[in-house]
């Protein structure tokens, strides 16, 4: 098994910590306005219309009309809001999943440059603590754009908001700690080294499927959608927000549908394990990513919005008892076994 590099006495140099930081926002923020387009040309194919078709070659310039629009809107503040809680909600929301982004590793330590280099951002020996810790500054970042903007369609949906990510938040991390338990260490890369021989999805199927619904809601994704109901909020929390601070509430949307899959893939799917050389591991980490990218984009064309009633009855009934039992089975397996 694979220790943290904390555990191992193994400190990278500060160069190649500064280029591997700038090569997370790098490819944050050019797979995440590609991914806005997919999900468009996705759901028209779904719904047997046309996607964006008319800005570039086949629509593929959307993402920048989108975000040259959004930048050259007025930054507007609404008189009864607190300016510097305003501005700091969707701050926030994006800080909380880019930092969670460098949590994922595509990859096992090599050797590049004549030294050895781990493929992802940070490895720590609490990782999955790092995960809901950084997390749950999305909470707080929601929280305050609904409550700082001085609307009580904001308030309603803010508040919204946090009873959702907190009912889902619970399963979510009992969904993990099955596979914690069977890994025995909270570092991601060494749970992904603990599935050479099977990937945990196959013992740890009914984890795998919690956390992904829980994903679904703390993502606010279809069919979960409730902190912004259009058609009851008004868009919710972000009913005030318009320019480039509505494009990053937007920005931390799909920011944290990768880090849910990412998470996924990680735990349950053998991380970036697949056949071929060890260079193939950040692809075949990023196609297992993107599939399960990919099936937010299908459920979201698929399944109608819940009540907000069977929304929680679905997270306290349903998905907290289900978590519960399978960490109880998994604790008493591994101990017998």
């Known amino acids: 098994m694979i220790l943290p590099l904390a555990e191992v006495g193994f400190t990278e140099a500060i160069w190649v910590m500064v280029v591997k930081s700038l090569v997370i926002f790098a490819v944050i923020f050019a797979i ?22 008319r800005v570039g070659p086949v629509g593929l310039m959307q993402p920048l009309a989108d975000a040259l629009k959004l930048i050259g809107k007025e930054p507007y503040t609404p008189d009864r809001a607190l300016p510097l809680l305003y501005a700091l909600g969707p701050a926030l929301v994006v ?74 938040e619970i399963s979510m991390a009992l969904a993990l700690l099955g596979a914690i338990m069977m890994a025995g260490s909270l570092s991601l890369t060494a749970v992904v080294e603990a599935q050479h021989e099977v990937w945990y999805v196959v013992p740890q199927i009914l984890g795998f499927l919690i956390f992904m619904v829980a994903g679904f809601a703390e993502a606010n994704r279809a069919p979960f959608d409730l902190p912004e109901a259009d058609a009851e909020l008004v868009a919710g929390y972000q009913t005030e927000y318009g320019g480039m601070r509505f494009g990053s509430f937007m920005l931390a949307e799909y920011i944290e549908m990768l880090v849910i899959s990412g998470i996924a893939v990680t735990f349950f799917l053998g991380g970036w394990m697949g056949p071929g050389p060890g260079w193939l591991d950040p692809v075949w980490m990023l196609l297992k990513t993107l599939s399960l990218v990919f099936v937010f984009f299908w459920i979201r064309a698929t399944l109608p919005r819940l009540r907000y009633d069977q929304l929680m009855s679905l997270g306290w009934k349903v998905m907290l008892p289900l978590a519960t039992l399978n960490v109880l089975v998994t604790a008493v397996l591994v101990t017998v076994l």
Not at 32 to 53: I, M, S
């Open 32 to 53: 995440v306005p590609v991914l806005t387009v997919v999900e468009r040309k996705v759901l028209g194919r779904f719904q047997a219309r046309y996607g964006p078709n």
């Open 95 to 168: 800080f909380s999943g880019v930092t969670i982004l460098a949590l994922l590793p595509w990859g096992n330590v090599q050797e590049i440059g004549g030294g050895p280099v781990g493929l992802y951002g940070i490895d720590v020996s609490i990782g999955v603590l790092y995960f809901f810790a950084f997390g749950s500054f999305a909470f707080y970042g929601l929280l305050l754009g609904g409550w700082a903007s001085g609307s009580k369609y904001s308030f309603l949906g803010a508040m919204r908001s946090a009873a959702q990510l907190i009912s889902y």
